[in-house]
């Protein structure tokens, strides 16, 4: 079962804008991670946040932790094309034994 | 460089074969992962290893199999029992500890399996 569902699933903006989606959860969490994956490829890491975290900055990333309501938001600012990507939110659960779940995923177009 | 490797980058598969994806890691990770990932789609657990000489059922282990005898290697098997095989495999490993300390995945670039 998917443990995390990503809205939008799908999202295009002009470039310089900001992109935000966001990531709901059903479990309770050690840590919730942001992957990129480009079309056909495996994914890359962007960040991570620890339960007991709020927000956390990585570059133009800023993500976001609310585990009262069980949800992350991550905020892409001044977009590039480069961006253009499927992005995807991973949980691990409290009492997971290092499972590791990923969510349906956005679409991300950046419109130049 | 380390990292994780996954082979063959395609593969074919007539109906009723078993066909083996690799995947190697040289990070000294101790968790390994096999995920599927169907068109559009997110990532679904197939397999997962923490520890060498053992691992546990993900979300759709049914027709596939996998083995750990070694820390870098994690090859998954999809046999005849898998009924739509078609798709696109992700294998990925970590450094784990105890829960709260798990770290990022790395992930390999993929093998896309059609069932021809």
């Known amino acids: 079962s998917q443990q995390g569902e990503e809205d939008p699933q799908a999202l295009s903006i002009q470039e310089g804008e900001n992109a935000t989606m966001n990531c709901s959860y059903k479990?309770?969490?050690?840590?919730l991670q942001w992957y990129r994956q480009n079309s056909g490829r495996g994914l890359v890491h962007l960040i991570l946040?620890?339960?007991?975290?709020r927000e956390k900055h990585s570059g133009r990333l800023r993500v976001t932790l609310d585990t009262s309501k069980k949800s992350s938001s991550l905020l892409i600012t001044a977009s590039r094309a480069a961006d253009t990507a499927s992005y995807f939110c991973a949980t691990d659960r409290v009492f997971g034994n290092e499972k590791l779940t990923f969510g349906t995923g956005t679409r991300l177009t950046i419109i130049p | 460089d380390g990292g994780i490797t996954q082979s063959p980058k395609y593969l074919f598969r007539k109906e009723g074969q078993n066909v083996t994806l690799s995947c190697e890691q040289n990070?000294?990770?101790?968790?390994m992962y096999w995920y599927r990932q169907d068109p559009g789609q997110g990532l679904r657990l197939i397999y997962y290893s923490q520890i060498v000489n053992d691992f546990q059922k993900g979300d759709i282990a049914e027709g596939y199999s996998v083995s750990r005898e070694k820390k870098e290697s994690f090859p998954l098997t999809v046999t005849s029992a898998q009924k739509n095989p078609t798709a696109f495999y992700l294998c990925a490993s970590r450094r784990t500890g105890q829960g709260s300390m798990n770290t990022e995945a790395f992930f390999g670039q993929g093998t896309r399996l059609t069932v021809v």
């Open positions: 479990t309770s969490i050690n840590n």
């Open positions: 946040i620890r339960s007991n975290e």
């Open positions: 990070l000294n990770h101790d968790a």
